[in-house]
């Protein structure tokens, strides 16, 4: 049976360029979509590929996807939690709601997510779980507290959950990006990105498709000794 991954947040960015990547390996992709033109949806015309427009903060709707997509494919072996936002704001400016919608969306999402899906996972004694967070989640970014909060959470729920799941046969790792060049960083001008690059040992801003073969390398049995890890891929930015 061919094997299956469901991605959050697979309608641009990194989730695009991963979505291709497993798709391109032959895999069954499933991935959600919030915000993006239907237009722009990758590989929309493929029996390979579902797709559900899903707010990742509504466990419900995030729990369905996951459901649907097992009873079309017969499984998920691979989840990967990618859909995220990034805001910047002095602390004191950040509301309650600014508060709570990051922390749900890049961490509770994952949440939702993981847990639905290990039921199935469990069962079957396999299966790879795969949080993307970022560097400001290992170090702390000024101006982005609440960004960089929900990312440290999913660094920790990634280490506590593989130490939960490691006997039933699952692993659990994350991947933590630096700068990459998607939507996310568009705002930035041309003098802050040159800045950042000369900062970067690699000197060079990241591309989605750097951390699309990261996930692929972890979510496959060159992996299998690998777990409750945070592989960094920020081109040395931080060390
Ligand atoms: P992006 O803005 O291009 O894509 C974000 C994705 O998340 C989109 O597919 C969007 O639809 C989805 N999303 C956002 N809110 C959602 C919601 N409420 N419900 C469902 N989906 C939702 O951003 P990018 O750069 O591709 O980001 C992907 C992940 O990588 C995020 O978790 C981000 O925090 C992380 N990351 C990105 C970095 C960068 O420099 N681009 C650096 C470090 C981490």
Redesign the pocket.
């Known amino acids: 049976m061919k094997k299956t991954v469901f991605i959050?947040?697979?309608?641009?960015?990194?989730?695009a360029a991963t979505v291709k990547k497993f798709y391109d390996n032959g895999y069954n992709v499933a991935y959600?979509?919030?915000?993006?033109p239907e237009e722009k949806l990758p590989l929309l015309n493929s029996e390979r590929v579902l797709c559900f427009k899903?707010?990742?903060?509504n466990s419900k709707e995030l729990t369905s996807a996951i459901k649907k997509t097992i009873d079309c494919f017969g499984t998920i072996d691979i989840l990967i939690n990618?859909?995220?936002?990034?805001e910047f704001s002095l602390f004191t400016d950040i509301s309650d709601e600014m508060w709570e919608s990051m922390i749900s969306?890049?961490l509770s999402?994952a949440f939702y997510s993981s847990r639905a899906v290990l039921k199935h996972m469990i069962n079957k004694k396999s299966g790879v779980i795969l949080n993307?967070?970022?560097?400001?989640g290992e170090v702390g970014a000024s101006c982005e507290v609440h960004y960089s909060v929900s990312?440290a959470g999913i660094i920790g729920l990634t280490k506590a959950l593989a130490k939960e799941v490691g006997l039933s046969g699952i692993r659990v790792n994350c991947v933590?990006?630096?700068?990459?060049e998607?939507?996310?960083?568009s705002h930035l001008s041309n003098d802050d990105k040159s800045s950042l690059i000369d900062e970067t040992p690699l000197n060079r801003i990241?591309v989605?498709e750097d951390?699309a073969n990261t996930l692929f390398y972890l979510a496959s049995d060159e992996a299998s000794f690998i777990t409750g890890q945070i592989l960094s891929v920020n081109g040395g930015f931080i060390i």
């Open positions: 959050t947040g697979g309608s641009r960015g990194i989730g959600t979509f919030f915000n993006t899903v707010d990742v903060k990618n859909a995220g936002i990034s969306t890049n999402s993307v967070a970022s560097m400001w990312k933590s990006p630096g700068l990459i998607t939507d996310m960083t990241g989605p951390i």
